[in-house]
């Protein structure tokens, strides 16, 4: 089961940490990825992590503001948001799979069979 948290309001230009947490598994050997979703669209691929924490990769919309990471020892993740912008607004989702996570490979939602419930980022002044 992974449950995220860390979800709010918050102004544009603020930031936030979301993180999303693992019990009854152990993450290390899974990519993780973070997803969003708003109303009436297609669900993003924002960033992943690769099993062993040494490649990450995000989405062109999101490079420079957002950093992904792990904890093995919390077996957990977390994705940091600094500069938030309006759109950025959705419902996070964490996701864990052992799909590769490649700077070349899309990160597609098909790809991942492990989620989390969500976690709602508001940026709005």
């Known amino acids: 089961q992974l449950v995220e948290s860390g979800g709010a309001l918050v102004q544009p230009g603020g930031s936030l940490r979301l993180s999303c947490a693992a019990s009854?598994?152990?993450?290390?050997?899974?990519?993780i990825a973070w997803f969003r979703q708003v109303p009436g669209k297609e669900r993003e691929g924002v960033s992943c992590?690769?099993?062993?924490?040494?490649?990450?990769h995000y989405v062109d919309s999101v490079k420079g503001r957002f950093t992904i990471s792990r904890d093995k020892a919390k077996n957990t993740a977390s994705l940091q948001m600094n500069s938030l912008k309006p759109e950025d607004t959705a419902v996070y989702y964490c996701?864990?799979?052992?799909?590769?996570?490649?700077?070349?490979?899309?990160?597609?939602?098909?790809?991942?069979?492990?989620w989390g419930q969500g976690t709602q980022v508001t940026v709005s002044s």
């Open positions: 009854g598994f152990d993450l290390d050997a899974y990519a």
């Open positions: 992590i690769n099993s062993g924490g040494g490649i990450t």
């Open positions: 996701a864990a799979d052992y799909t590769p996570c490649l700077e070349a490979r899309p990160i597609a939602s098909e790809d991942y069979y492990n």
